[in-house]
């Protein structure tokens, strides 16, 4: 027990170096649904730089030179290249101080069609798996390696979603209405969204 409560404060000292809130850009590459010819040479208006940290809209002229740019440095940039799981292993870590006893908020924040389900959620039980599937797979695993050490898990879930700053829960019964929840603070200044259901899961299932 002493060595998990090292490895806690060292984690933790980590994770305040590193900064506690942090800002990542992922590029979205062509998909057949945006009307390009992906077989030719598309030049995007957004690209990452080899440093991982810069990402820059171009600007280009009719005849494809670049006409104005301009250019951002993030924590981290992803470009359309990186995979589901080269996401989730820089965001993994914060999973595990979540597991540790600490606070943690990871959302995705664009435009329509800019990607934001496709990395939290992602599509099927492959690599295409998302943040959620990912993270819910990772305290799986550590519930297992914990176990025989004396620890206990069980772990709630709250499924919501803010449409035109409209919440409402996903884990409605079915057949039931979509009705508008509250999002509220306890005694304890703690954030809650008021009538969502908790469901129990197990995350080894």
Not at 91 to 98: K, L
């Amino acid at each position: 027990l002493e060595g998990d409560e090292e490895r806690r404060k060292m984690h933790n000292t980590i994770q305040e170096l590193r900064g506690n809130i942090r800002v990542y850009v992922r590029v979205r590459p062509f998909l057949p649904g945006d009307g390009v010819d992906l077989e030719a040479d598309n030049k995007p208006c957004t690209t990452c730089k080899n440093d991982n940290v810069t990402a820059e809209i171009v600007k280009l002229d009719e005849a494809g030179s670049i006409e104005d740019s301009h250019s951002w440095e993030f924590d981290k940039t992803f470009a359309g290249a990186d995979g589901q799981e080269d996401i989730f292993l820089e965001v993994s870590e914060f999973v595990q101080s979540a597991l540790d006893g600490f606070n943690v908020c990871l959302f995705s924040y664009g435009q329509t069609g800019s990607g934001k389900t496709h990395t939290m959620q992602g599509s099927g039980h492959g690599e295409q798996r998302g943040i959620i599937p990912r993270a819910i797979e990772q305290i799986g695993v550590y519930r297992e390696l914990m176990g025989p050490k004396g620890w206990k898990y069980e772990m709630h879930v709250t499924f919501i979603e803010i449409y035109n700053e409209i919440v409402f829960d996903l884990l409605r019964e079915e057949g039931s209405e979509k009705t508008e929840l509250d999002i509220k603070q306890d005694t304890k200044g703690k954030t809650y969204c008021h009538g969502a259901n908790m469901v129990l899961v197990d995350p080894t299932d």
